[in-house]
């Protein structure tokens, strides 16, 4: 089974520029995440989805940063305008629906968009 | 709210050495208790995991066990091997959801 996708793999723009990232979760699982990593801050969940509704998005650092979900299978990440301090790498993660007396689900994830503004 | 503390900083050891990592946590009601690993250029994958009071989770060699009175999930492997080096994170979720709160990581450095 194909795994979460994620493209691109490496982004390398210019600060001001529009960047967007895509997620292709796994078929079949209903809730979505968007996580940023950096070595200052460590992972940080910006958004996450149920059934394609934005759930969380508490941590969206800011009005630059809007994600969407327009159907199961596809989630976007966009940064306008990209900013050096939001070089980091941004991981998309997918988990099945929580079935009855299933008490978690795991979460899996995809490889990563490492993003570079200059 | 929920919240996972790990130990400072990188760990670094010998092949055949025996790696503990601390993981505590806060948590209301009854948390779910992970510990997933990232093995460089990639995403995080689960390692092991347990769902309640004194369960032990297992895999690959790893342990970790769940204990509630002193609130930590320390991840444990008796015998490194090079190929062990990786990140580790700690994490939990809330009963009946799959939002994940994770701990700080801690780069695991094994030298041949």
């Known amino acids: 089974d194909a795994g979460v996708i994620q493209s691109p793999r490496h982004e390398v723009t210019e600060m001001g520029q529009e960047v967007t990232l895509r997620c292709k979760p796994i078929?079949?699982?209903?809730?979505l995440f968007w996580y940023r990593q950096t070595m200052m801050r460590g992972l940080e969940l910006l958004i996450y989805?149920?059934?394609?509704?934005?759930?969380?998005d508490s941590g969206m650092p800011e009005d630059r940063f809007s994600a969407k979900m327009p159907n199961a299978s596809f989630s976007t990440l966009k940064i306008q305008p990209s900013e050096p301090r939001d070089s980091a790498v941004y991981f998309c993660?997918?988990?099945?629906?929580?079935?009855?007396?299933?008490?978690?689900?795991?979460?899996?994830f995809g490889p990563g968009t490492r993003l570079t503004v200059l | 709210g929920n919240s996972v503390t790990q130990m400072e900083g990188p760990v670094t050891l010998s092949e055949e050495a025996f790696l503990t990592i601390n993981c505590t946590y806060t948590?209301?009601?009854?948390?779910?208790l992970f510990w997933y690993v990232q093995y460089p250029g990639e995403g995080l994958q689960l390692l092991l995991k347990?769902?309640?009071?004194?369960d032990k989770g297992s895999n690959k060699g790893f342990e970790a066990t769940y204990r509630k009175e002193t609130t930590s999930f320390h991840l444990e492997k008796g015998s490194v091997q090079v190929s062990d080096s990786a990140v580790y994170f700690c994490?939990?979720?809330?009963?009946?959801?799959?939002?994940?709160?994770f701990g700080k990581g801690n780069q695991v450095v094994v030298i041949p």
């Open positions: 994490a939990l979720t809330g009963y009946g959801n799959n939002r994940l709160a």
């Open positions: 078929s079949g699982h209903n809730s």
């Open positions: 989805f149920n059934n394609n509704v934005p759930i969380d």
């Open positions: 993660a997918s988990s099945p629906r929580l079935a009855g007396g299933n008490p978690y689900n795991e979460q899996f």
């Open positions: 347990a769902t309640k009071a004194d």
């Open positions: 948590a209301t009601g009854y948390p779910s």
